[in-house]
């Protein structure tokens, strides 16, 4: 009984392996594409247009952006942002103003997606997290100076 287990097991990894091989059982067609260029661009300007290909956005009071006062480590600062905007909120992106490459996230949201993300992010220094909501065609933003007392990104 145990021969005959182990026999199949053996059987299903050849397969397994194979296929892997093969190149037939890579994550590679499940994996979107995703906008490297947005993420290492070095100023926020840049890094809209790269992702929303322009980079102006109305100001919102609809977006609600909660981010701690004073991060005590910057490696891990915990933001959460939400918006009750009028349309379908296609994406949700987050950035920070004076990072080296300030898209710290950015979220395409479904028709069905509650409009909120939760995530953790690096800030170098103190800077500006800025929340960036697409809705109905259009950018809106709003933002929160966030004081960081140990940096994030190696300082």
């Known amino acids: 009984m145990k021969r005959r ?5 053996t059987l299903a990894m050849g397969v397994i392996g194979t296929g892997i091989s093969a190149g037939l059982l890579t ?4 994996l979107a594409a995703w906008p490297k260029s947005a ?6 300007g840049d890094a809209l247009n790269a992702m929303y290909a322009t980079d102006k ?4 009071s609809k977006i609600h952006l909660k981010a701690p006062d004073i991060a005590e ?22 950035i920070a103003e004076k990072n080296v490459n300030p898209m710290a996230a950015s979220f395409q949201l479904t028709e069905h997606s509650n409009p909120f993300v939760a995530t ?6 103190t800077s ?3 929340a960036v909501v697409k809705s109905n065609g259009k950018l809106y933003s ?3 100076e966030v004081k960081v007392t140990i940096g994030g990104c190696g300082g």
């Open 73 to 94: 480590n910057g490696a891990v600062v915990q933001i959460t942002v939400s918006a009750d905007m009028d349309h379908h909120v296609d994406a949700i992106s987050i």
């Open 39 to 44: 993420f290492s661009a070095t100023s926020v």
């Open 120 to 125: 953790r992010i690096k800030l170098g220094k």
């Open 5 to 9: 287990t182990i026999l199949k097991g």
């Open 128 to 130: 500006n997290v800025i």
């Open 57 to 60: 956005r109305d100001s919102s």
């Open 27 to 30: 994550p590679r067609s499940v």
């Open 142 to 144: 709003t933002q929160k």
